[in-house]
């Protein structure tokens, strides 16, 4: 059972590696690319704590959530609204991170290749996930198609009053690009900042 | 949406501990004790400006909002630095949480010392030529000496010496010291500790686990299947719910092993264990005393305090597992508690209920194994050892006789290392009880 984040508290009569609990964990974390050696299964209980509060106040809105270090952030706030919303995912990705600049390359790549996929999927996850995390937009020049994109999904996730949006980003200063719309996504993610 | 505490119908600032509302009483005790020590420290810092009203009042909402939806205070959050680490939320969540309990300036009747008139009229106090600001200054402290100073002083059209002057303010600077003093003794004394949530006496796992990946405490190849158990962190456990099979007692320092003991007392047992029952004794602290024939109401009350919470009890028949709780083993033998409970001298008393009946068979099952020393033919799956569960502070274990707390504790540990390891599907698999480290 090396992929049991419970396997130290578990007192399951049997272990057969196919109980739901090792299922949605197993499946969650690795649709979100979180291995056994991911520091997110080592940090402080007041970072855990913190960013537990922060998931339990996201549903139906987006909040910003700045950090220096953007991607293990991301790890572990996705990993944390994965402890709180496996039980009963059925194998869905009730919670997904998606990161801002391997899906614009994907999007880019599937206008060549007619028969991969990835796009879609990427994106259906993106709209359906009860807790959506966007990171990487540190690593994105904004002009308008990339503004568009984001703005679009955090517009199409807002109609609903459950699911909820983090974004993890550097300071809102940092963040590169230009256009009507950057300065739009720039004050809708300024808005949004979770103070500490 | 109507408001409760409104201009019209105002709260005062000293009352605001003591009023919430009609929440359960679990989640009113602990929004009384975080607005105890909030408004004990806001009370010496007040100042009587709407800013920093706006800032009391947001304060409080914002306590009582996270206590509303968390049913404890932030973990962050510390009685002596009580200001500090309150959860923000928006507007709009703390309207719908708080309802028409929500606080507004408003709704409060300030009745607080402004402190920072008091230290504008200290500084002003030597200076003969700001007098007259001193006494409008005066004016504006709500206490009685002062605004009786101040009303003789104003409705008496007698010329003071400014000799006299200063002895009054004075006089009234002492006495307003005195009062924010009292007031600061008051919230010290009657600031409490924070509580230990119940979530910490969890036997089941952490929402949350945290583990070392680089320290496999057991992995072992077992078939096609490579059997792994990380070191559970943290690794010197903190709460009792901590606890795991990688936990190991002997890391423990005395201090580190009384830190699981709660700060209060905490029901384990089902909620109907402290009502009122007909016939059957309730004590204050630990609720109903069932009666348990062949057994003196010592021994039983004896077993509920080494015994305070049962947790997914099983027995192993024919490499089945079965709820424990629907089986009672009479004479060797294993019987459906439903078809014996009626011939039992103690279905007279204790009504048949789920909550009596698993209580009963679990209370006879240990009192026989531990007192009477029997071997059942079919016993519990697992160990269950005395202490499992800590629910009381320590000076009340001593207060009860147990005097040996730091004994107590390190039985907690063991008892739930040991229930886990027991338990644990992979230690069994591999057929481990003494489970070691293999790499």
């Known amino acids: 059972m090396q992929n049991c984040i419970f396997s130290s508290h578990c007192t399951q009569t049997v272990c057969d ?36 509060r922060i998931i339990d106040n996201a549903a139906g809105k987006v909040q910003t959530v700045i950090s220096t270090n953007t991607i293990q952030t991301a790890d572990i706030v996705t990993y944390v609204g994965i402890c709180k919303y496996w039980r009963g995912s059925q194998l869905h990705s009730t919670v997904y991170n998606l990161k801002y600049s391997t899906y614009l390359d994907v999007i880019q790549k599937s206008w060549g290749v007619s028969t991969d996929d990835s796009a879609e999927m990427m994106k259906i996850w993106a709209s359906t996930a009860k807790l959506l995390i966007i990171s990487g937009i540190d690593y994105v020049n904004f002009k308008e198609y990339q503004c568009q994109i984001l703005l679009s999904l955090l517009q199409s996730r807002s109609n609903d009053n459950e699911l909820g ?6 300071s809102i200063s940092s963040i590169v690009g230009t256009g009507p719309f950057f300065s739009r996504l720039t004050e809708i993610l300024s808005k949004a900042v979770v103070k500490k | 949406m109507k408001l409760i505490y409104d201009s019209r119908n105002k709260i005062w600032c000293s009352e605001i501990p003591s009023k919430y509302g009609n929440k359960s009483w679990n989640v009113v005790v602990k929004i009384h004790q975080a607005h105890a020590a909030m408004m004990g420290q806001l009370s010496i810092e007040f100042k009587n400006t709407k800013k920093y009203k706006q800032h009391v009042v947001d304060l409080l909402n914002r306590m009582s909002c996270y206590i509303l939806n968390n049913y404890t205070v932030p973990r962050e959050w510390n009685h002596d630095r009580p200001l500090e680490n309150v959860p923000e939320y928006e507007d709009e969540v703390m309207e719908s949480t708080l309802g028409e309990y929500l606080l507004t300036v408003n709704g409060i009747g300030w009745d607080v010392d402004d402190h920072s008139v008091i230290e504008s009229v200290l500084e002003k106090v030597d200076t003969s030529e700001s007098s007259a600001s001193v006494l409008h200054n005066t004016n504006n402290v709500s206490t009685e000496p002062a605004e009786s100073i101040s009303k003789d002083i104003s409705s008496d059209n007698s010329e003071y010496s400014l000799h006299e002057l200063e002895k009054a303010v004075k006089q009234t600077i002492v006495a307003n010291n005195e009062s924010a003093k009292k007031k600061k003794k008051q919230s010290r004394t009657s600031s409490v500790t924070f509580e230990t949530p119940k979530t910490d006496l969890y036997i089941q796992p952490p929402k949350i686990p945290q583990f070392d990946y680089t320290r496999p405490w057991l992995q072992q190849q077992d078939g096609a299947d490579l059997l792994t158990i990380y070191t559970s962190l943290p690794e010197i456990p903190t709460k009792q719910c901590d606890i795991s099979v ?87 033998e294993l019987v459906s508690i439903l078809d014996v409970w009626d011939n039992l001298p103690e279905a007279k008393i204790i009504p048949k209920k789920n909550e009596f009946v698993k209580e009963y068979i679990v209370r006879r099952y240990l009192l026989e194994r531990d007192i009477l020393h ?29 005097t040996n707390v730091v004994d107590i504790a390190t039985k907690c540990i063991n008892s739930r290392v040991s229930y886990k390891r027991s338990r644990n599907p992979i230690i069994r698999r591999l057929k481990l009880h003494n489970a070691e480290l293999h790499i």
């Open chain 2, 374 to 402: 029997i071997e059942h033919k079919y016993p519990m799956f697992g160990t269950l050892d005395e202490f499992l569960t800590l629910f009381m502070p320590a000076d009340d274990y001593i207060a009860e006789g147990y």
């Open chain 1, 17 to 52: 590696k196919s109980c739901p609990m090792l299922a949605e964990t197993t499946y969650l974390l690795e649709r979100n690319n979180i291995s056994m050696r991911n520091d997110c299964f080592h940090t402080t209980t007041e970072i855990i704590d913190r960013y537990d």
């Open chain 1, 165 to 170: 949006t983090i974004v993890v980003a550097p």
């Open chain 2, 246 to 332: 990688t936990t190991d007692v002997t890391k423990m320092t005395d201090s580190e092993k009384m830190r699981l003991y709660p700060n209060q007392l905490i029901h384990t047992r089902a909620p109907i264990m402290y009502e009122e029952c007909p016939g059957i004794e309730l004590h204050p602290k630990f609720g109903l005393i069932i009666p348990i024939d062949g057994f003196t109401r010592e021994q039983i009350l004896d077993n509920i305090i080494r015994y305070p919470h049962f947790y997914r009890l099983n027995r192993l028949i024919d490499n089945q597992a079965q709820s424990f709780y629907s089986l009672i083993e009479i004479d060797s």
